[in-house]
């Protein structure tokens, strides 16, 4: 069994990252991080809808095909046993 991971793993954030290679006066290095995070935060939540909505029209398609075959194969036994059940309790011959 894998040994659970460390708590202590000393993985840069990326602000931390920038903060220590980035020559800019303390203002400007916020305002372009908080430019960056944004920028960051929108690309992900566009990706992750994209990636989501491609998922569900993939299920939905899925999904029709499934329920289309199944109707498919199972209406046509349906009308016929409801019409012959109709017209024999009318004494049709």
């Not at 069994?1 to 954030?13: A, F, G, K, T």
């Not at 935060?41 to 569900?56: E, I, N, P």
């Amino acid at each position: 069994m894998p040994e659970p991971l460390s708590l202590e793993l000393n993985i840069p954030v990326l602000t931390d990252v920038i903060r220590s290679a980035a020559t800019l006066p303390n203002h400007e290095l916020d305002a372009l991080l908080a430019e960056v995070q944004t920028k960051l935060a929108a690309r992900t939540f566009k990706l992750a809808d994209d990636v989501l909505r491609s998922a569900f029209a993939e299920l939905e398609a899925t999904l029709f095909e499934q329920i289309s075959g199944k109707l498919r194969r199972q209406l046509p036994e349906l009308i016929d046993a409801t019409l012959r059940e109709h017209f024999e309790t009318r004494g049709t011959p």
